[in-house]
């Protein structure tokens, strides 16, 4: 029995039972990863899960249920069982179910990749990490850690409507990082960003982050910022590195565009959203140089895919165009729901999951800039980079960051470091300030989006570039 | 084939294959788990799952690697230790490794309810629906979930274990105009959970928190609902009772110091509620006390940070947990000895009307002049791990507290707030008797605690837009 013998008989057997549609993925993943600590591997471990989950629409409801085992017996169980789920969800029915259209395809997809990382040898990719920890340890780092983790999966989707899938998507990355614990605090510089870079790529993308060569610098930031001067508090012109401004598209922006959130959906878990759908078009998110597109289809970055979990082909979309909302992130059922004619953006995070909408590779269009031309033209202002901790309110509105790593800014040169730089504000009013734009656009990956009940981590890109932001409080501690 | 059959098969494959010098530890897992979800007053998420889990570790040679999957056939039993042992092989090797868990007796574990065990979706169902309709037309949002594990453990010095766990748990708001109001409940049994009760409490306070104003940032007196007080001990364990930050100098955790207000005294209780009567390691969990009249006792170990800091595991390790450490994740915040001597909510007869939803919150709001009853916190993040000075949110109803009284409702504030400091000692002026359990993400887990009164919390900016 093939995987798409299995998802075809549990969607037959939901069918059967009385569901209206019905679809079911089979998917197969291969899961690597190693932590080191101080010159010695910490931790390494290989998981691999197969196993389909299908999904029955009866009515208006939705059910799901999911097993590990692909014999027919079991699909066609499962099948039944989310079907009889639907029915269950009945008895409190929320609106009526629609789903946009979508073209049934017969379709294969893989993401690229030169060097296969579950290839590699685990000796090479130790020694990558061990090399790493040992210099960051000889260079003043408390605690020097790396790692790396590494993707592979196989899915196979089919759809009462006629989809029949596969999909091959391999994913990894890494980083490093430098702790340094001082009196009563702790100081931490990683490279290339917090829990590292990631992508629908190769080993390749691992060799290129040189973590090594980086070893050396960051345990001697970590250091040195244990008695730097701390970050002044006050309203000033903040300048974002690229790794921070993509976390700040993330959370201010990506989520706050998920549809299943404007709708409701996620209103006593993950939140809502300010945006209002009667706005959609019309709203100024932010000024102008904000272009932010919604776009799987990047090679290598984190949140590419051919096909997203409902069977829509990826496509490029504007979220905000010269500032303005124009589009959302959406499911077929959710689109529908909101008189929109396009989904694509669903995904789960195992076959034990059901999709939900979920942010692909949502980014900020380059400016015109670079990085030292924003610095030469800030007179007073701080440039902070690297995410050290994040928080935004359940609309998405207010947040606070915190950076790694902070440098003054003084009549367009770079000044003292600065420890424990923190930054605050409201979403559309933070987006309206940013003058300045760069055009270094790094697609940052964010493997450790949570979302959902039961929960689910997903996989996501960030396409950003360093850029400026005027009078932004800054600096707030407890 | 039973969940320890299929561990002390993997064991023994990994003697066969690896030799008789490999050392192994495996444990099975099957789990049936379902969470019923609604919003807009609808169920519009209705999920269920039946898996099976082995996790598997080998130590080989003095080099260590861990493997997991969801096949449990014989060629994928045999896949799965031959992989992991290939990987230990080549990994460097692995001088802290603590060694295995002898044979040891495995405590006796609270009885499994087995309608919850078995619950069907209709059940949670009608939890959803008492829930909706006792929120009198507010619009609600939740879920209801059940979860039952079976779980067997089997390592290579002969020791096994074998247990099971249930848990059911309900979350949910009600909404008005934008203000939340929520009720969340842990249980052991299904029937435990009273979506009407539950219901009408979020709608209570959904209903009490209309209007709210803005109030400008600072040092307030703040009285804190189960549910908020539930963030302060996931993070405190999180981060400051880890064995393993407290290795590294991480951890705020000075045992024998007096770091908290005498009132506290925190408990690790994982059998008191249904729980797995063994960790990761095959180590027999039991109630480990961490504060005892504000005074730090102890923090959580596994047998490899127990061998780093000399003392015995505390049966705290978790699957893959040697990055991040083992943590308590059945936390209990002891009551007030004594009962509160008001049993009435007092609050105004206009729109904060059913702020206070039990007599515990009310006798410490009755204490306060002026400060804020606070009934969730959220997204809260590290600033700094040392210090645990945390940043988040408050959510689902704030209230102004003058005199006594609750007064009206006030908009979502961010603080900035050394989570230690803020319980230190003579900080906390005043407990509730009854502890409320309180549901985390993933069954298993849950913090306990009754309200709390501190008298200071910073409040560092308003959330509005």
Redesign the interface.
Known sequence: MTEFDAASAAVQAALDAGARYADARVMHRRYESM?ARNG????????????L?VRALVGA????????DLSDAAARDAGR?AT???M????????SVDLVPVEAVTASWASGCQIDPLGV???AK?DLL?DATRTMAEHGA??AEG?YQIWDTAKWFVSSEGHRIDQRIRECGGGISA?S?GD???QRRSWPSYRGQYGTTGWELVESLDLAAHAAQIAEESRALLTAPLCPAGETDLILGGEQLALQIHESVGHAIELDRI???????A?TS?LDLAQLGSLRYGSELMNITIDPTIPGALGSFGFDDEGSPAVKRDAVRDGRWVGVLAGRDSAAMASLDYGGSVRADGW???P?VRMTNVGLEPGPHTLEEIIAATDDGVLMDLN????????R??F?F?CEIGWEIKKGRRGRMLR?P?Y?G????FWRSMDMLSGETVSWGTPNCGKG???QIGHTGHPAAPARFRNV?VG??? | MTELDLAGQVVELVRRLGGPAAQAEAVVTRAD?????????????????????VRLRVHVDGR?????????TADGLS??VE??LT??R???P???WPGLAPPMPTPDAPPVDEATAHA???Q???R??AF?AAAGGL?T???C?TAHRSSAFANSTGHSAYGRSVEAAM???A?RDGA?G?ARRSADRLADLDGAELGAQAAAKAQAAADPVELPPGHYEVVFEPAAVADLLQNLSFYGFNGKRYA???SFAEPGAAQFDRAVTLVDDPLGGSGLPFDAEGTGRRALTLVEAGTTRAVAHDRRTGVEAGVESTGHAVA?G??WGPMPRNLRLTGAAAGPASAVGRSTTGAAAGAVVDADTAALVAGVRRGLLVTDL??????????L?V???T?NGVWLIEDGTVVRAVR?L?F???YP?ALGPGAVLGLGARAVRQPE??DGAWWAAPSLRLASW?F??????
Request: charged share 20%; net charge negative; glycine share 14%.
């Open positions: 932590t010695d591997v910490e931790e390494l471990t290989q998981d691999e899960s197969i196993g989950g409801s939705w059910g799901f249920h999911a097993v590990p069982r009889r789920t639907a269950a969800s009945a008895r409190v029915p929320g609106p040898p685990l000796s130790g061990v408390d605690l790692l702790t614990i009563g605090e702790t709708l409701g959906w996620e209103a006593a878990f939140g300010w034990a999951r059901l939900m050290r901790s994040w928080s935004i309110d359940d609309k509105l207010n606070q915190g424990n923190t605050t409201i979403g559309p009013l009940q039961p929960g409080r707030v501690s407890a | 788990l379902a969470l019923t979800r609604f919003a807009n007053s609808g169920i519009h998420q209705n999920v269920s799952e039946s898996t099976v889990g260590t690697a861990a493997g997991g999957g969801s096949v449990v896949a799965l992989r992991t990987a230990a080549l990994c460097p692995d001088p802290g069907e979706p209709d949670r169902a009608d959803v629906g909706v619009s949002a939740g879920y979930r979350d949910g708001i909404r939340d929520v590294e100098r991480q893959g040697a990055t959220w997204y809260t993040r590290v600033l700094d791990p040392k210090s000075v940043t988040g949110l959510r979502d961010r900035t707030e050394s400091r993400r993933v910073h560092t900016g308003g959330a509005s837009g």
